[in-house]
């Protein structure tokens, strides 16, 4: 069983800051790329940013220079450093995790999301 739990969203004020976080833990052998999606509502799910073992990033167009994504490996933790916050920015964010088990079965996991909503 693996589990992506996170953690960080909320309310903010445009121009605003907030860090995502999400904790992939259960029976792992190895992670490799981590990243974060967005779905607003009526539109479809978009990728924000990834981050592969060894750490290369790929962000949207739409949060370069805004947004940075980190991992933490002995953690098996991925984060989303939000700056400069917009309205459009409004959306349920998922991470997800391309992760190997003891089984030895390789699958691709989700989060619950989280909710950020930036106000004008």
């Known amino acids: 069983q693996v589990q992506l739990v996170e953690s960080g969203g909320g309310l903010v004020q445009a121009g605003g800051s907030l860090k995502l976080s999400c904790a992939a833990s259960?029976?792992?052998?190895?992670?490799?790329?981590m990243g974060w999606y967005r779905q607003a509502p009526g539109k479809q799910r978009e990728l924000v940013a990834a981050?592969?073992?060894?750490?290369?990033?790929n962000y949207a167009d739409s949060v370069k220079g805004r947004f940075t994504i980190s991992r933490d490996n002995t953690k098996n933790t991925v984060y989303l450093q939000m700056d400069s916050l917009k309205p459009e920015d409004t959306a349920v964010y998922y991470c997800?995790?391309?992760?190997?088990?003891?089984?030895?079965?390789?699958?691709?996991?989700w989060g619950q999301g989280t909710q950020v909503t930036v106000s004008s």
């Open positions: 981050i592969t073992s060894r750490s290369s990033t």
């Open positions: 259960g029976s792992i052998f190895s992670i490799n790329t």
């Open positions: 997800n995790a391309d992760i190997t088990t003891f089984g030895w079965k390789q699958d691709r996991y």
